[in-house]
């Protein structure tokens, strides 16, 4: 497999249903906006329209789940640059996807609303994300919906808080540690 | 070939997805004991084959593992919080403490994400001396690998030769940046100096020195009966199962996959080399162990080669905003001055966007997810840790094997703790 074909991807995008007519209506590509600006090949979409467009890409030949992590955009000093018919939220999901024959990767971002930060898991499409999910979950307190061991990773299953989270202050709060009664 | 196997969600899955109060509760009750045969088994996370601070759950009947969960995050010290808190210059002091056993290709992910943010040019000299120390520390770490992978296994002798030759390595390092681990050497805008007068010869001594030494290997462990015995068909993984699983670099290649990133997506100057992507045929401990015995080869190969391509010129990109001036320059010229002062107490500005950079890592495809706002501090880093991905094979590799399997199972997926931590 030679992956020599990065850059030829925007150009096949055009052919995106049911928007080729329109001129200024968005580019889109398995239901996902598509970011004009970026080298990449960037993805934009919602909560509602996630899992669709995930399930599009896998059939399309992108099996391999490269990283899924999270963003909590509540102090971006500059402006967000979504393109236009994106709804911006407070964290962001990104998911980036490789289709291993060609070489051709996409990255998903998926707009997560502050007071239902929720989305539905990629479990059943790549058992690979159930770590990269568990970790989200612990450092931003984003639910993946019907994930299989929804559970903190890194942090003390008892932890209070998301330590990414940008509300989340750095250095004031005292090391929990376990109860430990002194034995001696 | 399926992969339905690693996508089962109940009972039957190798996972055991059971929480610390759950698992403690079940020893307290005397009943649920009675009708089952099944023990709950804490190994680690002081345990010597558990590379750091690993800790398993395994759920025994007999001397077989039923399921199994690896239980992370003693190391967790919020590196991605901090890289936050510190300019792009003090990233990479940052993250080269991530993956311990191969630092320098953490600061090259991290370099070329920011470059690529920067929409930074980097010298030719400069691209050509990441390579060249990339593909030593590959060798050192695999090096620890088959150091790690002996002691593990029974073959202590083997500890103390896998160390041996990672020393000579680390010396031409501690040479090179002047520290032997966490270098911070690699640099966004290129490396942090030059190499030293006489590189070539300290390095070809290198490369004279290990194949012999790699040929012993193969005496001692290769074709030893004992060693075959005791991990061929040990760990076993279909190619489909390893995709479903994220699973990257000698984890993916021993079930006959190649996938390569040096060769699939050539960053650096990996497509003016010539090597061969070593991939195995059974997915099984042996062929994890043999893949990198001969990556040790092969990046003597491509270092060979970068010997003799070398290209003089600059070893940091000039731009004044992005790398210090020379120390000469400072007691000459106010600007330098100037730019040295911001540089080192406000650091520079990176254009806002996001960005995506990855390497082949000794352990797999390592990439570093970079949001920028424009300030001179990332808004946020994330690393894709092959380690941390590669774990969630193990419960599967371990499924219906015996326990003293179960260590060599550890040692073949070959994780890096402070870097699944993070």
Redesign the interface.
Known sequence: ???DD?TSTADDEAEGDATTAEHDAPATRYGGIIDPI???VVLHTDVATYSDLAAAAKADGF?????L?A??YLT????R?LPAGVVAERFEV?T?LRN?DS?ERI?IRVQVPADAPAVATL??L???????ER?VYD?FGIDFVDH??M???????DWVGH??RKD?A?GEIPVQFKAASNIR | MT?ER??R?GDD?A?L?L???EASEIGNDPDTMADDERVLLNMGPQHPSTHGVLRLMLEMEGETVVRSKPV??YL?T?M??QAE?LSYLQGCTNVTRMDYASPLFTELAFSLATE?LLGLEIPERATWIRMLMCELNRMSSHLLFMATNGMDLGAVSMMIYGWREREEVLRFFEKVTGLRMNHNYIRPGGVAADLPDGWEDEVVRLLDLIPPRLDEYDILLTGQPIWRERLQGVGVMNADEA?????TGPVLRSTG???DLRR??PYLAYDQVEFDVIVGSYGDCYDRYAIRLNEIRESMRIVRQIIDKMPSGDYRVQDKKVTPPPRIRIDQSMEALIHHFKIFTEGYKVP?????A?VESPRG?L?V?L?????SHP??M?V?GPS??N??TMPHLMKDGLIADGVAIISSVDPIMGEV??
């Open positions: 497999m030679v992956a990065d970026g080298t990449d099996v391999q789940l490269v990283d992590t963003v909590d971006y000093a500059a402006p640059g990104v980036q291993p070489g990255r479990f059943d790549w058992p690979g994300s159930e770590n990269l970790e450092m299989p061991d559970s903190r990773i890194l942090m003390p299953d330590p990414l989340y750095v | 992969a690693v996508m969600r899955s996972v997805r929480s610390e109060a992370v995050g967790h919020g991605e919080k808190q690529q995709i479903a699983l994220s699973a996959y190649p996938a699939d997506q806002a966007g996001e960005t995506y990855c495809e990439g997810y949001v920028s706002d424009g300030t808004y946020r994330h894709r941390f991905i774990l969630q931590d993070r």
